[in-house]
């Protein structure tokens, strides 16, 4: 089974994701296991300091984990991912054909590869990190990852707007919309409610059907 955690870049995704694969195995002793974006593109960034190239190898990278989360992924286990194709993916390549980082050949090539996944990647539940935009805008400042340099606040406005529509369509699966307080990442009791809401709708949408038992 595939959970999407989803939210805008610099919502704080990744780090929330660690947070709660923690929080859920000292809850629940379901198998769970993530895909995480860093893991596969962190080695790509030196090669691929022009946002150009990097657009057009991020998109493939992350075309080829969700198509691995989804066909390689033993059945017993919850595999948790950063973003979906139908939003993180959809609204990322939509930016970046509008700022031309796109060729025409490599725009048809991952429009071509968007709708094929589209029809076979399948997710059995989502999470929404609802975060305001100078939140955003600060992790991606602070961050300071040179692949996101190119990112401004006017950016992110549109790039959310564009991200809250996309979350709309998603109303086919289980979907939690999980409104965070600011600079999450600093606040612990903040993390503590947040992965206790998150395992409650999991337990309740997506583990019920896993053999497992609470923990002590």
């Known amino acids: 089974m595939i959970v999407c955690i989803e939210s805008c870049v610099g919502g704080g995704k990744g780090f929330f994701l660690k947070y709660l694969l923690t929080y859920i195995r000292s809850e629940i002793s379901i198998p769970v296991s993530a895909v995480f974006m860093e893991d596969n593109i962190s080695n790509m960034v030196d090669l691929n300091t022009d946002p150009r190239r990097w657009a057009f190898f991020t998109q493939v990278v992350s075309f080829l984990r969700h198509f691995k989360a989804q066909s390689s992924s033993p059945p017993e286990t919850v595999v948790f991912v950063e973003g979906s194709l139908l939003t993180d993916m959809a609204c990322t390549m939509k930016r970046w054909d509008s700022l031309g980082y796109l060729g025409l050949e490599e725009k048809t090539l991952l429009h ?72 999450f990442e600093d606040n612990e009791p903040a993390l503590i409610h947040m992965a206790a809401l998150v395992t409650g709708f999991l337990k309740k949408n997506v583990f019920k059907d896993k053999k497992g038992t609470a923990r002590s």
Request: overall charge negative; charged content about 30%; some cysteine.
């Open 112 to 183: 071509d590869w968007y709708t094929l996944l589209s029809e076979k990647v399948a997710y059995d539940a989502a999470v929404y990190l609802d975060n305001d935009v100078q939140s955003h805008y600060e992790r991606v400042v602070n961050n300071s990852k040179r692949e996101q340099a190119w990112i401004s606040r006017e950016m992110l406005v549109e790039m959310k707007r564009d991200y809250d529509a996309r979350m709309s369509m998603v109303r086919h699966v289980p979907t939690l919309f999980v409104s965070c307080t600011p600079n």
